[in-house]
Structures are given as structure tokens and as C-alpha cells.
């Protein structure tokens, strides 16, 4: 069921990033046995569930978080001896589109994730320690 | 967590910023690139190095080469320097192999000053001989699994052998020059952790940075830290999550604003 949330929410991306997502929580939901095992919680779909979902928004923020703080953070160490950077045919600047529409994309996205208390599991890199977590909270 | 009420907001989400998730697939492996090269360089400021980057034509913008093809002097470089100890930092350079006359690609080439030509000569450049590359590093977008270790050893193997056998090379390191290394988007999965744990005491002198994106942040606070190395051997980062959650999202609404 939350693959199939995770589908739709792909369907919206390039194929690219899709199949990144797609298959990150394909890959957990092929995990779950031994994440419920290690973690000592008993298995429910519910659970289940809210696992998967969450390695697909992992995945998701994974994207936009790198992809942001590589560009804003080469941007400080370069300092003042580079005003731009060339990759490839593109030119970024701080000021270009591109590096804005990235901010906003990582702070939209950020907002979501804090509202809806999902932050916290986006920090965390243990499926246990999430199976865990979550089963507290039930 | 409502499955339901979340999974709606971020397929909005996804539609409302459709282009720019475009713009990135297309982007995301030449922007590695740049935060590879640029890791190696905070590496080298962290460790006292006084940088200096050099830009084709003198210009003050920053040309990331993004593949073997091109002559080196049509891209920028760094230039570190500390006293007597100096190294250029190349991007995809290319480079003669240890063991016969392979020429192979690095992703960031660590190499002795002044000897990758800053610009055409007479005859045509192929590639860096072995002995003036210093050391170099491999960055990939994967989770490190045990398979991607051993094929990093085997480019080590083909490239700077000697980072493989006793004894340890001095003034590499930790605030020193910097062995081959692995850097990778994704975390350790596995056994790989295990694995990359036991590289010292094989005398392997090899440093693997897994979870790069999350390093560069946290080294970005503070000018002494080598996003290449967490602040101790525990493997991890002696950061408050939350503390950087908030900060994150402070910086990202400041820059808004």
C-alpha cells in the first residue's frame, strides 16, 4: 500500500529520480524481515507500511538535500575567488535560477517533513532504530 | 504518521517543483563532481593549507571538468600550500597506471605542483605520469557496499599501490595530505562498515567518506574540519541532530528572506 504512495509520488518525478526512490524503498521492503527481527518489534501492515513510505521520503530528501548543499557549500568554500561555477553547458551562480529554485524546492520540502513529524526519521540512518521508534509512537 | 494526508502533500510537492527536479536528474553526477573536488580542497584548508584556485583565463569563474575528455588547462584547479608541502587538485584527471602504460581517469587527482601543464605545449599531453600523482579520490551516488570497497582497492592497486603495503606512508592523514579516498553519497550498508573498519590494521591506507552530503554540511560550521574525516575513528559525526535540523532550516528561510 505505502509503495503504492510511494509510486504515485515517484510518478510526478523524472524517470531518473524515480526509479532512485522507487527502488530505495523496494529495497527496505525487501528488508523488513530482518529490520523487525533486529529490532525485536512485533510485525504489523501498518508498520510495515509507514517503513517503506519513509525510506521513499528518505530517498526523496536524500535528492534534494545533496543536491542543494553541495552547490550552497562549494559556494562558501570558494569564497570570494569564484563568482560562478561552470558544469558543463551550465553556469550557476547565487543569484541564478537554478541555485534559487533548489532552496526553495529543499525548503518546501523541509516544511512538509516538520510538520508532519517525519524531520526526525530523515536524520536517523538506522531501520531499526525507525521500526523502533515508530512502533513507541503507536 | 498519516500515510495518506503526507504521501498527498509530496506528490504536490513533486508537481510543484517538477522542472527543478528536471534540471537536477541531469545535473546531480557534474555537481558531484564539484562537491568531490571541493571536499578534497577543504580537506587541505582544514589541515592549514592556504588555498589558491587558478581559473582558465584568469577568469573568476570556476570550470569543472566533468569527464577525461579536454585538456586540463580548460578547467580550473587548486593549488594548496603549507611551508615546504604543496600539491595541485585536478578533476578527472587522467593518469599513466603503476604497473604498465593503462592510462586511467580520477575523479580528483592530488598531484606534485606544476606538473599538469597550465597550457598547450608542443606536442599533445595524454596523461599525468604515476610519480607526480600524489594521490587522488573516487567519489560514486551509491550506498557503500562490500563490492564497491573491493573495486576501489583494485583502482588503488592499479594507480598508487603503495597506499597498499607496509609500512604506512607518513604525512598522510587526519590534518595531512590525504590517502586515496572513496567518497559516497550513500551510507555503509551491510558489512561495509566492518570492512572499512579493518583497513588499518590490513595497513590498507585508504579513507572512505560515506555519507558525503551530510559531512560537507557539518564541516561548513567550522573551518578546522576535514569533511573527508568525522572528528574521531567512532565513524560518526559528534553532532545534535536536532540542533542541526533547526539550524538548517533557519539558514534556509534567512536565505529566502
Same mark, same amino acid.
Given at each position: 500500500?505505502?509503495?503504492a504512495?510511494?509510486?504515485?509520488?515517484?510518478?510526478?518525478?523524472?524517470?531518473?529520480?524515480a526509479?532512485?526512490?522507487?527502488g530505495?524503498a523496494?529495497s527496505?521492503?525487501?528488508?523488513?524481515?530482518?529490520?523487525?527481527?533486529?529490532?525485536?518489534?512485533?510485525?504489523?501492515?501498518?508498520?510495515?507500511?509507514?517503513?517503506?513510505?519513509?525510506a521513499?521520503?528518505?530517498?526523496?530528501?536524500?535528492?534534494?538535500?545533496?543536491?542543494?548543499?553541495?552547490?550552497?557549500?562549494?559556494?562558501?568554500?570558494?569564497?570570494?575567488?569564484?563568482?560562478?561555477?561552470?558544469?558543463?553547458?551550465?553556469v550557476?551562480?547565487?543569484?541564478?535560477?537554478?541555485?534559487?529554485?533548489?532552496?526553495?524546492?529543499?525548503?518546501?520540502?523541509?516544511?512538509?517533513?516538520?510538520?508532519?513529524e517525519?524531520?526526525?526519521?530523515?536524520?536517523?540512518?538506522?531501520?531499526?532504530?525507525?521500526?523502533?521508534?515508530?512502533?513507541r509512537?503507536? | 504518521m498519516?500515510?495518506d494526508?503526507?504521501?498527498?502533500l509530496?506528490?504536490?510537492?513533486?508537481?510543484?517543483h517538477?522542472?527543478?527536479?528536471?534540471?537536477?536528474?541531469?545535473?546531480?553526477?557534474?555537481q558531484?563532481?564539484?562537491? +568531490?573536488?571541493?571536499?578534497?580542497?577543504?580537506?587541505?584548508?582544514?589541515?592549514?593549507?592556504?588555498?589558491?584556485i587558478?581559473?582558465p583565463?584568469?577568469?573568476?569563474?570556476?570550470?569543472?571538468?566533468?569527464?577525461?575528455?579536454?585538456?586540463?588547462?580548460n578547467?580550473?584547479?587548486?593549488?594548496?600550500?603549507?611551508?615546504m608541502? +604543496?600539491?595541485?587538485?585536478?578533476?578527472?584527471?587522467?593518469?599513466r597506471?603503476?604497473?604498465?602504460?593503462?592510462?586511467?581517469?580520477?575523479?580528483?587527482?592530488?598531484?606534485?605542483?606544476?606538473?599538469?601543464?597550465?597550457?598547450?605545449?608542443?606536442?599533445?599531453?595524454?596523461?599525468l605520469?604515476?610519480?607526480h600523482?600524489?594521490?587522488?579520490?573516487?567519489?560514486?551516488r551509491?550506498?557503500?557496499?562490500?563490492?564497491?570497497?573491493?573495486?576501489?582497492?583494485?583502482?588503488?592497486?592499479?594507480?598508487?599501490?603503495?597506499?597498499?603495503?607496509?609500512?604506512?606512508?607518513?604525512?598522510?592523514g587526519?590534518?595531512?595530505?590525504?590517502?586515496p579516498?572513496?567518497?559516497?553519497?550513500?551510507?555503509y550498508?551491510?558489512?561495509?562498515?566492518?570492512?572499512?573498519?579493518?583497513?588499518?590494521k590490513?595497513?590498507?591506507?585508504?579513507?572512505? +567518506?560515506?555519507?558525503?552530503d551530510?559531512?560537507? +554540511?557539518?564541516?561548513?560550521?567550522?573551518?578546522?574540519?576535514?569533511?573527508?574525516?568525522?572528528?574521531?575513528?567512532?565513524?560518526t559525526?559528534?553532532?545534535d541532530?536536532?540542533?542541526?535540523?533547526?539550524?538548517?532550516?533557519?539558514?534556509?528561510?534567512?536565505a529566502?528572506?
Open positions: 500500500m505505502s509503495l504512495a510511494i509510486d504515485r509520488i515517484a510518478h510526478e518525478l523524472p524517470q531518473r529520480l526509479d532512485d526512490v522507487i530505495y523496494r527496505v521492503q525487501a528488508a523488513l524481515p530482518d529490520i523487525f527481527l533486529e529490532a525485536g518489534v512485533r510485525r504489523t501492515e501498518e508498520l510495515a507500511n509507514q517503513l517503506v513510505f519513509i521513499g521520503v528518505k530517498k526523496l530528501y536524500s535528492i534534494s538535500s545533496s543536491n542543494y548543499w553541495i552547490l550552497a557549500n562549494s559556494f562558501h568554500a570558494l569564497r570570494e575567488q569564484v563568482t560562478e561555477v561552470r558544469l558543463g553547458s551550465t550557476i551562480s547565487r543569484q541564478s535560477p537554478y541555485f534559487r529554485d533548489l532552496r526553495e524546492l529543499h525548503a518546501d520540502l523541509l516544511r512538509i517533513l516538520a510538520d508532519n517525519l524531520f526526525d526519521f530523515m536524520e536517523l540512518t538506522s531501520y531499526t532504530e525507525i521500526a523502533r521508534r515508530l512502533a509512537e503507536r | 498519516n500515510v494526508v503526507v504521501s498527498k509530496l506528490e504536490r510537492f513533486a508537481r510543484r517538477r522542472t527543478t527536479f528536471s534540471q537536477i536528474s541531469s545535473r546531480q553526477s557534474m558531484l563532481e564539484l562537491g +568531490a573536488v571541493i571536499g578534497v580542497q577543504e580537506h587541505y584548508r582544514a589541515g592549514g593549507f592556504d588555498i589558491q587558478t581559473n583565463h584568469g577568469s573568476s569563474q570556476f570550470v569543472v571538468k566533468t569527464n577525461a575528455k579536454g585538456a586540463p588547462w578547467y580550473s584547479r587548486i593549488c594548496a600550500v603549507r611551508g608541502h +604543496a600539491v595541485d587538485i585536478h578533476m578527472n584527471l587522467t593518469v597506471g603503476a604497473h604498465d602504460d593503462g592510462i586511467y581517469c580520477v575523479d580528483v587527482g592530488i598531484t606534485s605542483p606544476g606538473s599538469v601543464p597550465g597550457g598547450k605545449g608542443k606536442s599533445k599531453w595524454l596523461c605520469e604515476n610519480k600523482l600524489r594521490s587522488f579520490a573516487e567519489v560514486k551509491l550506498v557503500v557496499y562490500p563490492m564497491l570497497l573491493a573495486q576501489f582497492v583494485g583502482i588503488v592497486h592499479e594507480i598508487k599501490p603503495r597506499f597498499l603495503r607496509p609500512p604506512t606512508r607518513n604525512g598522510f587526519r590534518g595531512e595530505h590525504l590517502p579516498t572513496l567518497i559516497v553519497l550513500g551510507h550498508s551491510s558489512n561495509s562498515g566492518g570492512i572499512v573498519r579493518s583497513y588499518p590490513r595497513n590498507l591506507q585508504i579513507n572512505v +567518506a560515506e555519507n558525503f551530510v559531512r560537507v +554540511a557539518w564541516a561548513r560550521s567550522e573551518a578546522t574540519r576535514s569533511p573527508l574525516y568525522w572528528d574521531d575513528d567512532s565513524g559525526p559528534r553532532i541532530s536536532k540542533k542541526a535540523a533547526d539550524a538548517l532550516i533557519a539558514e534556509l528561510e534567512g529566502e528572506a
